[in-house]
């Protein structure tokens, strides 16, 4: 894979005509290494966020998987041998549970109905080793993004389910979510508690907490507080439920531990007022920029000189002939910005790559590395000189406000 020092040099070097990865395995080295110092317990990488960096997350000491499908077990299998994976999908195919625990030893499965234990017993002969996670539903009011509408069980059924499977699991878990980009500590404080309520109530000693990920990264419209904030809050509700000593704390990272790995160089197509049309767009791999409207944090990456150039709002439009292709922003970028330009987008480690389609026939990238610090980070990766120069073509990062709650 090519290597520059900076997104920068690849422009002055290159002038690529096709939008452009810039990977910055340092970064993803950096934040696992964090998590895994800083969180009392196990550390799941949630691979669906981005499986191009399995390998890195692996050689950073990260050796447990959060696996959704049979694709994902056999990349996780293919690139880090002997990996330990947890299959968290609370509803899959009954070939899926098979081959993943007969082809390739997974004992772990989270589920969130009695129609899918009797699918994972099915399909395992009723093996004896199996640690089953009960997925809870709990409160996604403090997250950027909701994933509360799709799985979880709760009240008598959640009791009835968890006494259910401590009878036939060797190990009895409990999974929840809380959200994507979660804005707050409380968000877990809330979802332990709910937890904790319903443990009691079934009358069940577990043996594995899962958390879930939601664990946020920097972006120019969401400030969150530092992480270690959001450690302290788990440790402290974890205290106090009622587990045993023996009980293990997991967690899910997959957006906090590769978004800052990754940026997109994209070239402007056009310039209508503060419209600019991009070689990249919501079909490629700036999904989040469109429906969900995530700012990135941008900069130009023009030969022009920078000092004194005035800014203003943008909004962009990508190549296809779709106008859902369309994001808002504002992303604030030099008033001179004009067809021909570079514009280097940050954060974009997680939820991109693998997000990619082929529609209208704009479906080409290429990947390079960088040796470069990310736009943004919650790690202190970014000296203070690459700080100012992104902040000086971004919005101000600022609070964001949930359930008439300012954070």
């Not at 692996?58 to 990349?75: N, P, Q």
């Not at 690139?79 to 030893?105: L, Q, T």
């Not at 450690?231 to 009622?242: K, L």
């Not at 004194?308 to 808002?328: A, I, K, N, V």
Request: net charge neutral; with cysteine; charged share 25%.
């Amino acid at each position: 894979m090519p290597k520059h020092l900076s997104a920068r040099a690849l422009v002055r070097t290159r002038r690529p005509e096709f939008p452009v990865y810039c990977l910055r395995h340092h970064a993803v080295d950096t934040a696992s290494r964090w998590f895994q110092q800083h969180f009392p317990g196990r550390v799941l990488f949630a691979v669906k966020t981005n499986p191009l960096f399995v390998q890195t997350l692996a050689k950073s000491g990260l050796r447990h998987f959060d696996v959704a499908s049979i694709a994902e077990i056999e990349e996780v299998a293919a690139n880090v041998p002997n990996a330990r994976m947890s299959f968290m999908h609370p509803v899959k195919n009954r070939d899926a549970i098979r081959r993943a625990y007969f082809d390739f030893g997974v004992r772990d499965f989270a589920l969130d109905s009695e129609e899918e234990l009797k699918k994972i017993l099915d399909e395992t002969n009723c093996a004896k080793d199996l640690n089953l996670f009960v997925r809870i539903a709990v409160n996604n009011r403090h997250s950027r993004m909701s994933l509360s509408g799709k799985f979880g069980i709760s009240g008598r059924e959640a009791r009835r389910l968890l006494f259910k499977v401590r009878q036939v699991g060797r190990g009895l878990g409990v999974c929840f979510h809380a959200g994507s980009q979660i804005m707050h500590p409380r968000a877990y404080v809330e979802a332990m508690k709910r937890v904790a309520k319903c443990i009691r109530r079934s009358g069940v000693i577990i043996d594995y907490l899962d958390i879930g990920g939601g664990f946020p990264s920097a972006y120019p419209h969401l400030a969150p507080p530092p992480m270690q904030l959001f450690i302290d809050a788990i440790i402290e509700s974890f205290n106090e439920m009622p587990v045993s000593e023996t009980c293990e704390l997991w967690c899910e990272p997959g957006r906090a531990l590769v978004a800052e790995g990754a940026s997109l160089v994209v070239k402007v197509e056009h310039r209508k007022g503060n419209l600019l049309y991009i070689n990249d767009g919501v079909f490629g791999g700036l999904f989040d920029a469109g429906q969900p409207g995530f700012i990135y944090p941008v900069r130009s990456l023009s030969e022009k000189e920078s000092a004194g150039r005035e800014l203003t709002e943008f909004s962009f439009f990508g190549p296809t002939c779709d106008s859902m292709d369309f994001m808002q922003g504002p992303f604030l970028l030099p008033i001179d910005v004009s067809e021909g330009d570079y514009i280097e987008i940050g954060s974009l480690g997680a939820y991109s790559l693998q997000l990619r389609t082929q529609f209208n026939g704009f479906n080409y990238s290429e990947t390079v590395e960088v040796s470069d610090g990310p736009l943004l980070s919650m790690y202190g990766l970014v000296e203070s000189s690459k700080m100012d120069a992104v902040t000086a073509t971004s919005p101000e990062l600022v609070p964001i406000e949930l359930s008439g709650e300012t954070y």
